[in-house]
């Protein structure tokens, strides 16, 4: 099957990057309510790498190197061809996987269903903690201001 896209809510570079990023916490009991779970074949089994992570001198300066992260990734094909690919932060074999099936179930028939059940969830779930988090960094801002002082004569 050719890579299809699931446009009307979300593309492939959109649901990759929040399965990679997500906390297994709230990925794995999303996937674990879908109750389809269709057969693949292996083409990578999920393995444990490291990757360099670079960053930008203010965020447009030069290049370089800021450390390393782990990684775990995967990828595998469904009957009908169509290939999944999983990259996930940390060392889980079993969300690499899912982020993998995800991946590829989205680029079939099963999107919509996958979409409503796992992604959209997920993303609301990100959402809502970066909301939280950004609710308490703001508690916590302190706002200065200058007092012009009078001159005297």
């Known amino acids: ?14 649901w990759m990057g929040l399965l990679a990023r997500a906390p297994e916490s709230a990925l794995m009991p999303l996937w674990d309510k ?3 779970r269709p057969n693949f ?4 089994s999920p393995e444990v790498g490291g990757v360099m992570v670079r960053g930008r001198t203010g965020g ?3 290049r370089f190197n800021l450390g390393e992260m782990t990684v775990t990734r995967c990828s595998l094909v469904l009957k009908d061809g169509t290939v999944g690919h999983g990259y996930v ?13 995800i991946d590829a179930l989205m ?3 099963a999107a919509g269903a996958v979409h409503d ?6 993303k609301g779930q990100m959402q809502s903690a970066r909301t939280d988090r950004a609710s308490k960094a703001a508690a ?7 007092m012009a002082r009078g001159e005297e004569t």
């Open 117 to 122: 059940q796992v992604i959209a969830p997920l």
């Open 60 to 62: 447009t300066g030069a």
């Open 41 to 44: 074949e292996w083409l990578r």
């Open 140 to 146: 916590t801002k302190v706002a200065f201001f200058t």
């Open 89 to 101: 932060q940390g060392r889980s074999k079993s969300k690499a996987q899912a982020a993998a099936l």
């Open 1 to 14: 099957m050719t890579d299809q896209t699931f446009n009307s809510k979300a593309t492939r570079q959109d």
């Open 107 to 109: 680029q079939t028939s």
């Open 34 to 36: 879908y109750e389809v």
